[in-house]
């Protein structure tokens, strides 16, 4: 089992930043891809970011929409992965959620993960 703990929501104005961090426990970190989801009122659940390990190197890809804005970084010897969100929108609005996959290599499909943490807001004023 994989246990991960959110951190690091909360209100921001408009073009302001916020830095997720997740912590994982359990099975070891460095052997399962790490990802960022998120969740709007009345939305489905979407990719943001993820983390897979390939040759001991953390290989990161984004969605088009926070490509160039969000930074997702991970630690294994903390088993720690960090969303770092700036420029900040409005329609970034959402409660995050940090993911596990069991896999090394999973698509940006919430239903290629197996465990999940329990969400943290962010809200964007404008």
């Known amino acids: 089992q994989v246990r991960l703990v959110e951190s690091g929501g909360g209100l921001v104005q408009a073009g302001g930043s916020l830095r997720l961090s997740c912590v994982a426990s359990?099975?070891?970190?460095?052997?399962?891809?790490m990802g960022w989801f998120r969740q709007a009122p009345g939305k489905e659940r979407e990719f943001v970011a993820h983390?897979?390990?390939?040759?001991?190197?953390?290989?990161?890809s984004y969605a088009d929409s926070v490509k160039g804005r969000f930074t997702i970084s991970g630690d294994n010897a903390k088993n720690t992965v960090t969303l770092q969100m700036t420029s900040l929108q409005p329609e970034d609005t959402a409660v995050y959620y940090c993911?596990?996959?069991?896999?090394?290599?999973?698509?940006?499909?919430?239903?290629?993960?197996?465990?999940w943490g329990q969400g943290t807001q962010v809200t964007v004023s404008s």
């Open positions: 359990g099975r070891i970190f460095s052997r399962y891809a």
């Open positions: 983390i897979r390990w390939s040759g001991g190197r953390g290989r990161t």
């Open positions: 993911a596990a996959a069991g896999s090394t290599w999973p698509g940006p499909f919430a239903r290629e993960y197996d465990y």
